[in-house]
């Protein structure tokens, strides 16, 4: 298979693709994306962790007191999960954080 080297040196690296996305690192709207993609990737440990203990949604809304609906729209990524909800989840889980600073 021959490589055409036209089409690939048109294409763009990651990092070229998210500075032409969301602007330069450091910049305000490539710091909420960070933000963003950060909370999906917590979102998905915890999700993940739910299922491995073959939890559903509604046993994991039970333990922190929540309704399923909201434990749904956290793993799907619509809304926001606040520290303290976070925490109370992982605590649900079982799992345990700690903060690295450096």
Same mark, same amino acid.
């Given at each position: 298979?021959?490589?055409?080297?036209?089409?690939l040196?048109?294409?763009?690296?990651?990092?070229?693709? &998210?500075?032409?996305?969301?602007?330069?690192?450091g910049?305000?709207?490539?710091?909420?994306?960070?933000?963003?993609?950060?909370?999906?990737?917590?979102?998905? &440990? &915890?999700?993940?962790?739910?299922?491995?203990?073959?939890?559903?949604?509604?046993?994991?809304?039970?333990?922190i007191?929540?309704?399923?609906?909201?434990?749904?729209?956290?793993?799907?990524?619509?809304?926001?999960?606040? &520290?303290?909800?976070?925490?109370?989840?992982?605590y649900?889980?079982?799992?345990?954080?700690?903060?690295?600073?450096?």
């Open positions: 298979m021959k490589i055409d080297q036209k089409k040196a048109k294409l763009t690296t990651g990092s070229e693709h &998210l500075r032409q996305k969301y602007g330069q690192e910049s305000e709207n490539r710091r909420e994306f960070e933000a963003k993609a950060e909370a999906w990737y917590y979102a998905e &440990l &915890l999700r993940d962790e739910r299922k491995r203990q073959k939890l559903t949604q509604q046993d994991l809304a039970d333990r007191g929540k309704k399923r609906e909201y434990v749904s729209a956290l793993e799907r990524g619509t809304t926001d999960m606040q &520290l303290s909800t976070f925490l109370q989840i992982a649900a889980l079982g799992l345990r954080f700690s903060l690295v600073v450096g």
